[in-house]
């Protein structure tokens, strides 16, 4: 019997053979690029920003990927009942700012803060930990394996990176502040790209 999936059509209306994690990754790599060209005439005072928008969307979206895949700033974990409801709670807040303005916005800065901080250190303790307690020489990782690791540990120290930003708000300039999320932004674009050739 033919999969259905597989006849919708050819060339662009054809089904794309995309993952859904990495259908998932592309919007927001796409949403925080845009950001982040879009802080820079922020920053300049070209055009006039809405931190609750920002922080809201970044919320839902945080939301959605918890609902769809199970995907934490912390990590990938099962769909569990409680971690479904922390996505709806997540969602609910994101959406509330996004509508009313300037009630939600320093809780929403430090959650998003202390989940990017804790998530970066918690995923970079994971990855290199186990490398320094191995008593062997670990083996050499293909071209393709070598540049995932050097990708999710450099999107580990941006989200570092990020969380500070946002938790001190003033220490790290507008400018930097962009800059760090275009990077991020792009940085998910190479993950994806790179998944889709370990896939």
Not at 76 to 88: E, N, P, W
Not at 102 to 126: C, E, F, S, W, Y
Not at 131 to 141: C, K
Request: net charge positive; with cysteine.
């Amino acid at each position: 019997m033919t999969d259905p999936r597989t006849t919708g059509g050819t060339g662009l209306f054809g089904e794309a053979s995309l993952p859904l994690s990495i259908a998932v990754v592309i919007p927001v790599g796409a949403l925080l690029i845009l950001l982040g060209l879009l802080l820079f005439p922020v920053n300049q005072g070209m055009i006039p920003f809405s931190p609750d928008g920002q922080l809201g969307l970044l919320l839902v979206i945080m939301a959605v990927q918890m609902l769809a895949l199970g995907e934490t700033p912390m990590g990938q974990y099962r769909r569990s009942r409680l971690l479904i409801g922390i996505g709806i709670a997540f969602a609910a807040i994101g959406i509330f700012s996004c509508i009313v303005p300037g009630i939600l916005t320093d809780v929403i800065r430090q959650l998003l803060a202390i989940l990017n901080i804790a998530g970066g250190a918690i995923l970079l303790t994971k990855r290199f930990l186990p490398m320094l307690h191995a008593a062997a020489e670990p083996a050499p990782l293909p071209p393709i394996l070598k540049r995932l690791l050097v990708t999710l540990t450099v999107l580990n120290v941006v989200a570092i990176a990020f969380g500070i930003s946002m938790l001190l708000p003033g220490l790290v300039p507008g400018m930097v502040i962009a800059g760090i999320v275009v990077i991020n932004g792009l940085l998910l674009f190479v993950l994806a790209s790179i998944l889709l050739k370990i896939g």
